[in-house]
Antibody, heavy 117, light 109 residues
């Protein structure tokens, strides 16, 4: 059974960079069948896809966030990471990592990141 | 960008009754649509993909239909554990540009 776990700071200051890592267990991140992605959910609101990455490093980003987002992969650690720069209070959300096969079948539990000074 | 809408925003249903949720896309998706269930404090759970295929372990009371721009999720007989928020999601674009609907909350009547 594939499992994903997000990790990273729960509090980030405005204008700084939010950095999260997703560790994948129970399967290889180098599987040729799937992508890996990040989705976020502001408190009390809906879901927003941030971006996805293939194990080769090919990336696809939400156009609304593209200028601030970088997603990378480390196959040796079975991890992929999210960097979101120049954060504001509007970036406060629960951030989820997930396996992407068109739909999102496996999700991490999510981690709340608050942007505040 | 493909815009997803869902109706109604809130659906009040009694246990044992049928619930029908709608999802509409701003352009044709073929059958590249998924449904998710989310309970408070939990990650979304995939229910349906390919518009009508139940994900592993999903009870048969959940069914999806539709193609193109109009889709429905039906819960044939609501159980207490089914009261939650339901989201649809499209995955028709290449390169990927996934978008979610705003959600339908199913609560107890």
């Amino acid at each position: 059974q594939l499992q994903l776990q997000e990790s990273g700071p729960g509090l980030v200051k405005p204008s700084e960079t939010l950095s999260l890592t997703c560790t994948v267990s129970g399967g290889s991140i180098s599987s040729s069948s799937y992508y890996w992605g990040w989705i976020r959910q502001p408190p009390g609101k809906g879901l927003e896809w941030i971006g996805s990455i293939y194990y080769t490093g090919s990336t696809y980003y939400n156009p609304s966030l593209k200028s601030r987002v970088t997603i990378s992969v480390d196959t040796s650690k079975n991890q992929f990471s999210l960097n979101l720069s120049s954060v504001t209070a509007a970036d406060t959300a629960v951030y989820y990592c997930a396996e992407v096969a068109g739909s999102f079948a496996y999700w991490g539990q999510g981690t709340l990141v608050t942007v505040s000074s | 960008e493909i815009v997803m809408t869902q109706s109604p925003a809130t659906l009040s249903v009694s246990p044992g009754e049928r619930a029908t949720l709608s999802c509409r896309a701003s352009q044709s998706l073929s059958t590249n649509l998924a449904w998710y269930q989310q309970k408070p404090g939990q990650a979304p759970r995939l229910l349906i993909y390919g518009a009508s295929t139940r994900a592993t372990g999903i009870p048969a009371r959940f069914s999806g239909r539709g193609s193109g721009t109009e889709f429905t999720l039906t819960i044939s007989s609501l159980q207490s554990e089914d009261f939650a928020v339901y989201y649809c999601q499209q995955y028709n674009n290449w390169p990927p540009r996934f978008t979610f609907g705003p959600g339908t909350k199913v609560d107890i009547k």
